[in-house]
């Protein structure tokens, strides 16, 4: 695993004024899951860009989330790109921690959202994060679905 990941570290234990940080104003968060179960398009996504990984299974989101704000806000990257697996709660939850940084920082147009499912990637809107807080907005979505 560490092999994988060691130019990745943990969002978490990583000091906010690192110089590792600095490499490039382009960001990866992922899921401390996708390198070991993806490592191709983990290596994809990760060229270019410095990589932080957290597993919100392990730490409460809004650790997480407090660290990528200082993170953010030193720093100013031009690009953060949210890469998880897709149907993990977990891995929703730091998509809608991206998103909170969207809205925290006015970074429009600078947060991506890809998630990986059965070996394929797909890019994600933010407004897809945004619906899937509200989960009486999905439900109005699936009603407009149903066949009459």
């Given at each position: 695993?560490s092999?994988l990941i060691?130019d990745?570290?943990m969002?978490l234990s ?10 490039s104003?382009?960001?990866l968060l ?5 390198p070991?179960?993806?490592p ?10 410095v990589?932080l990984h957290?597993c919100l299974?392990?730490?409460h989101m809004?650790?997480a989330?407090?660290?990528l704000?200082?993170i953010?806000?030193?720093?100013q990257p031009?690009?953060?790109?949210v890469?998880?697996?897709?149907g993990s ?9 991206a998103?909170?940084m ?13 998630v ?6 797909y890019?994600i ?5 945004k619906?899937a807080?509200?989960?009486h907005?999905?439900?109005?979505l699936l ?6």
């Amino acid at each position: 695993m560490s092999g994988l990941i060691k130019d990745c570290p943990m969002l978490l234990s990583t000091n906010t004024g690192s110089k590792f940080l600095r490499k490039s104003d382009k960001f990866l968060l992922v899921g401390t899951c996708v390198p070991i179960e993806h490592p191709d398009l983990y290596r994809e996504y990760a060229k270019n860009r410095v990589c932080l990984h957290v597993c919100l299974e392990t730490f409460h989101m809004n650790m997480a989330e407090t660290k990528l704000a200082c993170i953010i806000k030193i720093h100013q990257p031009s690009e953060v790109l949210v890469l998880t697996v897709d149907g993990s709660p977990h891995c929703l939850q730091l998509h809608i921690l991206a998103e909170d940084m969207h809205r925290y920082f006015n970074l429009d147009g600078q947060i991506q959202h890809v998630v990986i499912e059965k070996g394929k990637h797909y890019s994600i809107d933010g407004r897809a994060i945004k619906t899937a807080r509200h989960l009486h907005k999905v439900q109005q979505l699936l009603d407009e679905k149903k066949p009459s």
